[in-house]
């Protein structure tokens, strides 16, 4: 039996298309498996969708109203864990698809949560910092039923940050009548924030990138596509660890430097400018040609559905660290893998974010704190144990490490369902 997709219109969104892929993912993982139909639609089947439009008032007195979502796909192991992401073209079945990818990352590296996701379909870039906390405050207003410390606890993603967290937490709190820094992670230090949070998903990149390099780094070339939070950290914790970053876009365009690029001064030049475009010291590069540059690893960072079936054939990395969600589609896989590409999925390599708001949870609702070396020590050993079971499945059962790690991740979810039972 297959999972059914949600009809959509003609010309398919890509937030449909997410969905299509973490289904068919889903699928395959129920039927190695071997779970019974009812159990495979439970888990294709997110436990509450919520849909809510978000009137805006603008700073000259004018109103939009905007489109604000938010999925709890799964909390048999937990409460719901999944960011906010302000983005035009977030739509209901793309936040779908992210929750759902988050219940399998949570139980693949042993969190106990669930999957959520969260989104708001509008361009941060066209509001003023008015006009985003007016904005976040009345989409938090509407969703307020859903979240808490002990339900749903959102957290930063595309289009969002941890000023954008302080403002939900702000807003949950004052419904409350008291101060609750656990709705949120990924918040500001002076809110509860947590030492290593803000690059804690770029720094599990690099530690998955290491672990599947499988050699010393020095002298390893890497392409990153993304240059946000995800992306520069990811790039920068790479050339740090020795690795030869030799090209880096974002949504403007791209560079190249065959000797390496100076991660650090791109950081800086991006920070000027708005944008990599431009960077002097590198030749321009098209968004399309990173993907197929001849490089030892490429590292997707930016949005779902950058390697697709037209441009796979085309990738020449050997290894694949997935820093974004979904950016490579079951079609693209099975190209890469008859090609010997290897490839971290998402749900292992970009884990490091919801590991340290785990970590985050725990100090707040415990009113302590963790040094930023005992941080990073516990990230780098929860995100080593998970590479460490999944490379092992694999090899145990012949399947990619993708294949293996939603083996892993739905397997745990399955079997906390059965212990469970159903009630009533």
């Not at 973490?22 to 129920?30: E, P, V």
């Not at 030492?195 to 599947?212: E, F, H, K």
């Not at 030049?269 to 968004?287: K, N, Q, S």
């Amino acid at each position: 039996m297959s999972v059914m997709v949600p009809s959509t219109t003609p010309a398919q969104s890509a937030g449909n298309e997410a969905l299509e892929s973490a289904l068919f993912q889903l699928d395959r993982a129920a039927e190695r498996l071997g779970l019974d139909d009812g159990l495979r639609n439970m888990l294709a089947t997110p436990r509450r969708s919520l849909t809510v439009s978000v009137p805006v008032r603008r700073d000259d007195g004018n109103m939009d109203v905007v489109q604000g979502y938010r999925v709890q796909h799964n909390v048999t192991r937990g409460p719901a864990k999944g960011g906010i992401r302000f983005h035009p073209a977030t739509d209901i079945d793309e936040v779908t698809a992210l929750a759902m990818w988050m219940t399998w990352k949570c139980a693949l590296v042993g969190v106990p949560y669930g999957g959520a996701k969260g989104g708001v379909t509008v361009d941060p870039a066209q509001y003023t910092t008015q006009e985003l906390e007016r904005l976040t405050r009345r989409y938090v207003s509407e969703i307020l039923p859903l979240i808490g410390p002990d339900k749903d606890i959102p957290a930063p993603d595309v289009g969002t940050n941890e000023q954008t967290m302080a403002w939900i937490m702000d807003t949950y709190s004052v419904s409350a009548g008291y101060a609750v820094p656990g709705v949120v992670t990924g918040k500001p230090m002076t809110l509860g924030g947590s030492l290593g949070r803000a690059a804690a998903t770029s720094r599990g990149v690099q530690i998955a990138a290491l672990a599947a390099l499988g050699r010393a780094p020095e002298g390893v070339t890497v392409a990153v596509q993304g240059f946000g939070k995800v992306g520069a950290g990811a790039a920068q914790f790479l050339a740090d660890a020795g690795c030869k970053v030799v090209a880096i876009s974002d949504v403007t365009g791209g560079v190249y430097a065959a000797d390496g690029l100076d991660v650090a001064a791109l950081r800086a030049w991006v920070a000027e400018t708005g944008m990599v475009r431009g960077y002097r010291d590198a030749d321009e590069l098209g968004l399309d040609e990173l993907l197929e540059l001849d490089v030892d690893v490429l590292v997707p960072a930016a949005l779902e559905g950058a390697i697709t079936e037209a441009n796979a054939p085309r990738v020449r990395a050997r290894l694949i660290v997935e820093g974004a969600n979904g950016p490579t589609t079951p079609e693209a896989d099975r190209i890469l893998a008859a090609n010997g590409t290897v490839i971290v999925p998402d749900i292992l390599a970009n884990a490091g974010g919801v590991i340290v708001s785990y970590l985050e949870w725990v100090q707040n609702l415990q009113a302590f704190s963790w040094t930023e070396s005992q941080i990073e020590r516990k990230l780098r050993d929860m995100m080593e144990s998970a590479y460490g079971e999944v490379k092992s499945v694999a090899a145990e059962r012949d399947l990619t490490l993708r294949e293996a790690a939603h083996v892993i991740g739905v397997g745990r979810v399955a079997e906390a369902h059965r212990m469970r039972g159903l009630y009533p």
